[in-house]
């Protein structure tokens, strides 16, 4: 069965990867003369493909294509967790005096299915991964910010708009403008970065691997692809060890490796949360090897890739101790020193250094679940404080619990990554992909179900609008799935 579904899942993919690049007019023709004449103007749209994305209006993108692939590979993909799905328990009560915890006492996949999930996994990948990019320009800002820190300037201090001079009155502008006219590859780079007047927001580790790229193959979109797929790949792997180690099925894997939100998110889009994400399942291997340096290394390079992590402190607290948190601390504030001295005027340059990530927190809003409705009745500044206040209040609740099993402790994760995605104000799908790893460890409906609708923020880029009713629709859907699940979690709290 998940030779049949696998195979199910790599021609959707390979359909998608066709999609992407634009299935040409001599294919589009033969469409036309077969399907029904409803279906025309789809395959014009399906005709253009994403190749050109940047040369053509939204409304010209074949979103309502894209959106139907990714649905068939979710539908394939819950078919194939299903498969896999071990038996459950319903209700027990454990010594502890906790009951409606579901326990595995019977897995219906064998260990011999391992490989063909990793295969599988890494064939879906390899299929989109030289396509264009699908509705994302992300990696267009890795390229050059990597290329900038790799010259010995800051991203951080200089946002992209200022090599844009003509003629350039500063050092700094004519060097950048020097990058960014290196080739027509570097033009087309550029021009595809977002927000140019943003200097860089992304961490420490994360801009260090975007120098390493720029240092090998400057301007080249392969190339970071590639460094994404390796952190990846790796993660998968990691997460088969994780499980062995947690006495659960190996086949559980499958659910990250076969996700299609996590395929599309790094494969095709080339999403830096992959290197957060490979880093933080190391810090939870090292929390179940009980080794504190380990847990330090692992948790503080997941923060330095992507802050997301910062909000986990309460599960890695009770391993590393006070003096582990502040170790943490003091390594990420250093980890920014080399960049505060390469052309910021030292230390006096601090404030601009995080003038980006002051903007991010500051303008940015998409797809919000709870906030918007927090937002609506209280306003942006009291809203914002608010559900600041409620993140922090659970990260206290849970800091209580000293987390006695690595299944509790991957529970927790999840309440802690979901509660932060439903208070934030931006939640684009690449966020979510933060929470499928655990859900190999503790599977959640509601989560899995956010993972496929999350996807229907897409439609935003129909004509560069958020869709508010299918917003709703999505996190209200969700919602729902939470509130039914609420009493299994409870016991996390303590007495």
Known sequence: ML???????????????????????????????????????????????????????????????????LAAAFVLYVAAVHVIAPSVKRRIRRRSGYDDIPVVVKSRDRSDSLKLILVFGVAFRLVLFPTPL??????????????????????????????????????????????????????????????????????????????????????????????????????????????????????????????????????????LDAIGIFFLMLAFWFWIRRSRFGVIAGWTGSILSKYFAVVLAPIFWRRIGVTGLIAAGIVSVLSFVPFLLMDTGGMAGISNTFSGFVTFGREWKFNAGLFRIIEFVVGTPTAKFI?????????????????????????????????????????NPWYVTWIVPFLCLTISPA???????????????IDSREILCLTALEWGIVLLLVIREIRRWRYLFGP
Request: proline fraction near 6%; charged fraction near 15%; glycine fraction near 8%.
């Open 3 to 69: 030779l049949f579904l696998g195979c199910s899942m790599l021609s959707v993919y390979a359909l998608m990867a066709w999609t992407a690049a634009g299935i040409g007019e001599r294919s589009a023709a033969v469409l036309r003369s077969i399907l029904p004449h409803f279906l025309h103007p789809t395959i014009g749209r399906w005709e253009n493909g994403f190749a050109r994305f940047y040369d053509l209006p939204n409304s010209a993108v074949p979103i309502g294509t894209f959106l139907a692939l």
């Open 134 to 271: 699908i509705l994302e320009n992300d990696l267009y800002r890795y390229l050059w910010e990597g290329k900038v820190a790799a010259a010995g300037i800051s991203p951080y201090a200089h946002a992209p708009r200022e090599a844009l001079c003509d003629p350039c009155e500063t050092d700094v502008g004519l060097r950048l403008s020097g990058l960014r006219s290196e080739s027509s590859q570097s033009e087309a780079v550029f021009g595809r970065i977002g927000r140019k007047d943003v200097p860089a927001v992304y961490p420490p580790v994360s801009m260090g691997f975007f120098s390493l790229v720029a240092a090998i193959r400057p301007d080249s979109e392969l190339a970071m692809k590639g460094l994404i797929f390796g952190f990846d790949v790796a993660t998968m792997i990691l997460l088969a060890v994780i499980l062995k180690a947690m006495n659960r099925p190996p086949g559980a894997v499958l659910i990250y490796a076969w996700s299609p939100l996590v395929i599309k998110e790094f494969a095709n889009s080339g999403h």
């Open 387 to 427: 559900v600041t206040a409620v993140i922090l209040g659970l990260m206290a609740l849970l800091a209580r619990n000293r987390f006695d099993s690595p299944r509790r402790a991957a529970q927790a994760v999840l309440i802690l990554l979901f509660a932060s995605l439903a208070l934030s104000p931006i939640v």
């Open 447 to 461: 989560m899995l179900a956010l993972t496929a609708l999350v996807n229907v923020s897409y439609t935003g880029f």
